[in-house]
């Protein structure tokens, strides 16, 4: 079975650009994350889709954040404007149902300058 | 929110050795997962435990839900054990959200 997909791997932009990040769940996995893990930190939901809606996004930063999960399958985050407190790595996870396990991407490594 | 625990922050050991490492939780919980971080930064699925007790070679985890708090062993650590441990939680009545805990971090000696 293939693993969760992301894309890029790495990133570097500078402060004021924007940024898109891909992620392809795992197959017939309904629910699908957004982490962000910042240095030193363990991963923070960002935003939880339930096939093509939003479950809760109360920690995204919405006048910077934005996401989508339009088909229910794949998705794209997007920053813009990036800041420089918005450097980390950027961490998509899926699950067959809610409260399934959840398997996560490589990840995106974000560093803004 | 739920609050989640893990302890020791650092652990070093000799290769051959064996660890416990400790999740403590403030809520009942749906999901219960064990990851390991390795230095590529790779997030590794350990276990899948809300309750009970698992084995997967040399790893093995307990979850004593009542008591609210997750135990993993490692026997016989590889210095391929290395990296962050990490302990998340979804309590029970929300989301299926993870917290996270601060990690563990363990280095592994030849």
């Known amino acids: 079975e293939a693993g969760v997909a992301q894309s890029p791997r790495y990133k570097i932009i500078e402060k004021r650009q924007s940024v898109a990040f891909w992620c392809n769940p795992i197959s017939g996995h309904a629910t699908l994350y957004w982490y962000q893990q910042i240095l030193g930190q363990g991963p923070k939901l960002l935003i939880q889709f339930q096939n093509n809606g939003v479950v809760d996004d109360s920690q995204l930063p919405k006048d910077r954040f934005s996401a989508e999960r339009l088909k229910g399958v794949d998705s794209t985050l997007k920053i813009q404007p990036a800041k420089l407190e918005d450097s980390a790595v950027y961490l998509c996870a899926s699950s067959l149902q809610r409260d399934q396990p959840q398997h996560f991407g490589d990840g995106t490594r974000l560093s803004i300058l | 929110g739920i609050q989640v625990e893990q302890s020791p922050p650092d652990l070093i050991l000799q290769e051959g050795a064996n660890s416990t490492l400790r999740c403590n939780f403030s809520?009942?919980?749906?999901?219960l997962q064990w990851f390991h971080q390795n230095p590529w930064g790779q997030l590794i699925n350990l276990f899948y435990?809300?309750?009970g007790t698992k084995q997967n070679g040399r790893l093995s985890a307990t979850t004593v839900a009542t008591e609210r708090y997750s135990l993993l062993y490692i026997s016989s650590s590889q210095t391929t054990d290395s990296g962050v441990y990490f302990c998340?939680?979804?309590?029970?009545?929300?989301?299926?959200?993870?917290?996270f805990g601060k990690g563990i971090t363990l280095s592994v000696r030849p």
């Open positions: 809520d009942s919980v749906n999901n």
């Open positions: 435990i809300p309750s």
């Open positions: 998340a939680v979804s309590p029970k009545g929300a989301n299926s959200k993870l917290t």
